[in-house]
């Protein structure tokens, strides 16, 4: 089992980080000492157990990365990024920490 940071966004919830990982809300919210499942921010880092090997399917963006940068690291294309990550809203604007899947 791996484990992965993931950096909450505004508009996530625990429902669709838990389906991003393959987890469940539950399991996120006891790994995290989370007594209220709708309590989450913007910015908060949380520690999740997942299923799969992060590394085979899932990249965690770091500083300085462009989606051309991880679309070249992956042998992809950027259109590829945009189309498994539904997410991204400006392809220009991306963040560390950030979960992005590089595989479908």
Known sequence: MATVNYTVRPGDTLWNIAEKFDTSVNDIARYNGISDVNQIYPGQVLRIATQFPVASKWYIVRQGDTLSSIADRYNTTV??????????????RIYPGQVLRVKP
């Open 79 to 92: 259109e590829r990024l945009l189309q498994l990550n539904c997410c991204i809203y400006d392809p220009n």
